[in-house]
């Protein structure tokens, strides 16, 4: 290597890092927020597919893959006059769900990442009460999406999560066989704390998970009046992502069908996380522009 020749490859490898560091990313993993975010005036595209047939059915419906599914279609939009702030709109078929809001990084350091979110959700079908709660509604959830980075392959994630309205606020829940039955409504409103794990075991393979906790206020409640003993559930995703060339595809298995943060952090979304043994398959594409 000649003298002139080792300064311009320093110069180049500076430049790529610098590059891959204002890279913009999708600020989403699975159903949660990332702390990442998109820059400049970048585009990103979220395509999402959940099965609702559990793979337990085995290989006669193709592992839930005959079944229903619930789609969805997203953006994220950064906005370069302030830097970390990005705006995202989604829809999704579940219930007709339309969410739209603001997500800004607080946070970029070496090994702590955070970001705080706001958005509004509303089931855009005629509200009425069912046996699982109420559909048609609307509210607001906020995140502050926390991300720890253990080494630099391994991150764990907190997402303190607070949604102004959940499925079975304002009813009467159904109680667990052996519990009495309450005498005032459920009140609307659920703070709880997503948590999630990723593992990158090349520079394109990951693990990813999350886990969504079952609110205290749904343990000893049964959705829909069942009566075999079963309550809420606990719910949880995890899979395989691989990424490319601004392109991310992920494929999980989830006991939860929603993807929208009231949907999966509420405990009680269309009667709730499904048992264990009843995951589906589901999966997201990412592509940013």
Not at 57 to 80: E, M, Q, R, S
Not at 264 to 274: E, L
């Amino acid at each position: 290597m000649t003298r002139k020749t080792a300064p311009l490859l320093a110069c180049a490898l500076v430049a790529g890092g610098a590059l891959h560091a204002d890279s913009s990313e999708y600020p989403l993993v699975i159903n949660l927020p990332s702390a990442e975010r998109m820059q400049y005036w970048d585009i990103g595209v979220v395509f999402t597919h959940r099965f609702i047939q559990p793979v337990k059915d085995h290989g006669k419906d193709v592992y839930g893959l005959d079944g229903y599914t619930y789609a969805g279609l997203g953006f994220a939009f950064g906005i370069k006059p302030i830097p970390g702030l990005n705006a995202f709109i989604y829809r999704t078929a579940d219930n007709k769900t339309f969410t739209f809001g603001l997500q800004e990084q607080l946070l970029n350091g070496e090994r702590v990442r955070m970001a705080v979110r706001a958005e509004r959700y509303d089931e855009v079908v005629k509200e009425a009460v069912t046996t699982l709660g109420k559909v048609g509604i609307n509210g607001v959830t906020v995140q502050v999406p926390t991300e720890i980075f253990i080494t630099d392959d391994i991150i764990f994630s907190v997402v303190p999560t607070y949604l102004s309205r959940n499925t079975t606020g304002d009813t009467l829940l159904f109680p667990a066989p052996g519990e009495p039955a309450p005498t005032t409504p459920n009140k609307a409103g659920v703070f709880n704390v997503g948590l999630g794990l990723r593992i990158s075991f090349t520079e394109k393979f990951s693990f990813v998970s999350e886990y969504y906790p079952r609110p205290s206020k749904l343990a000893k409640a049964a959705p829909g009046g069942i009566t075999d003993g079963t309550t809420y559930q606990n719910g949880f995703a995890a899979g395989i992502s691989y990424k490319t060339f601004k392109h991310r595809f992920t494929v999980v298995g989830t006991n939860a069908s929603g993807t929208t943060g009231n949907q999966v952090m509420s405990g009680d979304y269309g009667g709730g996380p499904r048992p264990t043994a009843q995951w589906a398959l589901g999966f997201n594409v990412v592509r940013v522009f």
